[in-house]
């Protein structure tokens, strides 16, 4: 599975709106993008996913552009209980059954008051 | 309702040992997984079961054994704990097939081996 880039760390304030852009440039044809959350001594949740341009949900938007080598997170309007570990994945479908996710190394948003 | 469920929350043992680790989830799923996370965050898949078939072994140690007694249950059994097994396990659950699905994790089992 493809191998996924995205920041370290990223710090915002209460209110702004967070962008987060993941890197995938080797993605295959049929693996698709998803983005989790986790925080400190829980498991990681899913936020978002998607394969290809604009997919939006109640709590995130994700961009994703037609060469589908990068896609973008975006938290409208984060608070403080954004602060978390934000995961961008290449998922693929296995004929087995299931799916195989792909975890890259993720970026520690921090969000302030 | 705890919908994937771990046990134990924290296991504290020697080199050498054997322990156990057990996973329920009450989703109604097919597929279920187990996950490391070592100490910087990086969290690995190591195996896959769908109805109790074994999909995805990636490269384990094969002190480490799944076994799946039934859909809803995934286990995972390692021998001789080393020093570099210490790191936070989690179990997983997906239920659809052939299409982009959600993984729901378990809350994680914090492992140290002294």
């Known amino acids: 599975l493809a191998k996924t880039t995205q920041p370290i760390s990223m710090d915002s304030y209460e209110g702004q709106e967070v962008n987060i852009t993941c890197s995938h440039n080797?993605?295959?044809?049929?693996?698709?993008i998803t983005w989790y959350q986790q925080f400190p001594s829980q498991g990681p949740r899913f936020i978002i996913q998607?394969?290809?341009t604009k997919v939006t949900n109640e709590v995130a938007s994700l961009f994703i552009p037609a060469d589908r080598k990068s896609s973008t997170l975006s938290l409208p309007r984060v608070s403080l209980s954004d602060t978390a570990v934000y995961y961008c994945?290449?998922?693929?479908?296995?004929?087995?059954?299931?799916?195989?996710?792909?975890f890259g190394t993720g970026t520690q948003l921090k969000v302030e008051l | 309702d705890t919908a994937v469920s771990q046990t134990p929350k924290y296991l504290v043992t020697q080199m050498g040992n054997d322990k156990s680790i057990k996973c329920e989830q009450n989703?109604?799923?097919?597929?279920m997984y187990w996950y490391k996370q070592d100490s910087k965050k990086f969290l690995k898949i190591m195996f896959s079961?769908?109805?109790?078939?074994?999909?995805i072994n990636e490269t384990v140690p094969n002190r480490f054994s799944p076994k799946s007694p039934d859909k809803a249950h995934l286990n995972l059994h390692i021998n001789s704990l080393e020093l570099g097994d210490s790191a936070v396990y989690f179990c997983?659950?997906?239920?659809?097939?052939?299409?982009?699905?959600?993984?729901?994790f378990g809350p994680g089992t914090r492992l140290t081996v002294l």
């Open positions: 997983a659950s997906s239920s659809r097939q052939g299409v982009p699905d959600t993984q729901y």
């Open positions: 080797n993605i295959a044809t049929n693996d698709y």
């Open positions: 998607g394969y290809k």
């Open positions: 994945l290449v998922g693929r479908i296995l004929t087995g059954g299931g799916n195989k996710l792909t």
């Open positions: 989703l109604g799923h097919d597929t």
């Open positions: 079961y769908n109805n109790k078939e074994l999909i």
